[in-house]
């Protein structure tokens, strides 16, 4: 008998997509049928994309709707811009509960929404429709984190004791698209982009293998940050010619670093830690994703750049800048390290496993908005504890109606 197989459909056709679409050659009983982008062009793209990499016969597609009613399609991959999200999920459930279509589920790409409110409603959404959601973080779901965890817990932790302390951090050179840097479209700056990576990565590290994240209950947060480089004005002028004058940095920056300190209690009264930073300030050979975990007798370390692969180029060779070697490349000679595979160094391969089979059984992903939901939640409260400057008790009062500083563009470390 022929496998049960999930056809799925994109909305949106950018980087993410791309990185998504490469990793489905690793995963099994998966077809992509659809392209939903904002432009025709981008939907036609990345429908190709799809067609020529062989993981399904994409077809672009006019809007969401259209997509929801082809009955091949059984799941969506939400991986438009996070200002989209609205609008996206309201257009998704009005479709299924008019009658144009049934789904099994959706995923959404981080952040599950700008602020609380946002990620709450997308929860709402889609428990209203009875659909199954998947949330998009891939850090959890990256080899040498899930390899890690099981060697460091089942030889570390079983014999000494539980870890109490993980250590993420992401940091590259800057976001590839102008929205990313406008606080009021993106939720904020570096903070909600890369650290929503970070302290789900980390917490991850800190609840047994098996367990749920109700084993650790967050208590505080405290966090900064701070616009080191994108505000001097040689580099806000960079922003604004690759925007066509619309970022402007000296009057509407973003933060360019942040970094965190979250404390959780066990349930059995301990206290463990995560610390997380992040930078859109990095210049290194590209991005660096590195995490540790700490026990009372074993560490566990990971740094994507110390790749195993490293190529050397003399000042003679002569090339075009490109993103060949590793994600966020800064530089084309020298010795470069490589990541021979991102989609799976980098978790999306693993990730989109888990997606697709729990969808084909019927069964909520491990991860999910309620994971993507929580992840805000203490996002806004780091963002809080920075704009207070002290350290804040989880969960704060009015975190449903918290909107960042950054977010209504009214942050600006220079004028202060
Ligand atoms: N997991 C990760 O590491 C990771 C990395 C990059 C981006 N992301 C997330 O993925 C999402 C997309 O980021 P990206 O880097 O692909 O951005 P991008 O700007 O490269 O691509 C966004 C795409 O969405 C399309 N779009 C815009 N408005 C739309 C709408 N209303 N409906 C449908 N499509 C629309 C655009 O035309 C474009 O093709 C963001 O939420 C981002 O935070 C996650």
New binding site residues.
């Given amino acids: 008998m022929a496998a049960k197989r999930l056809g799925i459909g994109f909305?949106?056709?950018?980087?993410?997509?791309?990185?998504h679409i490469q990793s489905l050659i690793g995963v099994r009983d998966v077809d992509v049928h659809g392209v939903?982008?904002?432009?025709k062009t981008?939907?036609e793209e990345?429908a190709a994309l799809a067609r020529v990499t062989g993981v399904g016969e994409a077809k672009a597609y006019d809007s969401?709707t259209d997509m929801v009613a082809n009955p091949d399609i059984d799941a969506l991959w939400?991986?438009?811009?996070?200002?989209?999200?609205m609008?996206?999920m309201e257009e998704i459930v009005h479709a299924v509960e008019s009658g144009k279509g049934e789904l099994i589920g959706v995923t959404?790409?981080?952040?599950l929404g700008r602020n609380v409110a946002e990620a709450k409603r997308m929860l709402e959404l889609a428990q209203g429709a009875d659909l199954l959601d998947g949330y998009?973080?891939?850090?959890i779901f990256a080899p040498s984190v899930t390899r890690g965890k099981e060697i460091v817990w089942a030889r570390g932790a079983s014999t000494t004791g539980p870890p109490f302390l993980a250590r993420a951090a992401e940091e590259h050179s800057g976001?590839?698209?102008p929205?990313?840097w406008e606080g009021e479209l993106?939720g904020g700056g570096v903070l909600n982009?890369m650290m929503c990576?970070s302290v789900e990565e980390a917490r991850f590290m800190l609840t047994p293998p098996g367990e749920s994240r109700e084993v650790l209950t967050p208590i505080s947060v405290n966090a900064y940050a701070a616009c080191l480089k994108w505000q001097r004005p040689e580099y806000a002028k960079i922003l604004s010619d690759t925007s066509n004058g619309k970022t402007d940095y000296m009057k509407r920056p973003s933060e360019d670093f942040a970094r965190s300190l979250i404390e959780y209690a066990t349930k059995d009264g301990h206290k463990v830690v995560v610390e997380t930073t992040t930078s859109w300030c990095f210049v290194g050979a590209g991005l660096r994703l590195s995490m540790e975990l700490f026990g009372p007798e074993y560490s566990m370390f990971v740094n994507t750049l110390d790749s195993d692969l490293k190529v050397f180029f003399s000042r003679n060779v002569k090339g075009s800048e490109g993103e060949d070697l590793v994600e966020k490349q800064n530089a084309e000679s020298g010795e470069m390290p490589v990541v021979s595979s991102e989609t799976d160094a980098?978790g999306?391969t693993a990730e989109n496993r888990h997606m697709v089979q729990s969808f084909l059984a019927g069964k909520r992903p491990e991860e999910n908005f309620s994971d993507g939901l929580n992840v805000t939640e203490l996002l806004m409260t780091a963002y809080m504890s920075a704009e207070q400057d002290k350290t804040i008790s989880f969960p704060p009062p009015d975190l449903d109606t918290f909107i960042p500083a950054v977010a209504r563009g009214e942050w600006n470390p220079k004028e202060n």
């Fill in positions: 909305i949106g056709g950018g980087f993410i997509s791309r990185f939903y982008s904002k432009t981008s939907s990345t969401i939400i991986c438009s811009p996070n200002y989209t999200r609008e996206v959404c790409e981080k952040p998009l973080e891939n850090q976001p590839h698209m929205w990313f993106q982009d990576h980098y999306y």
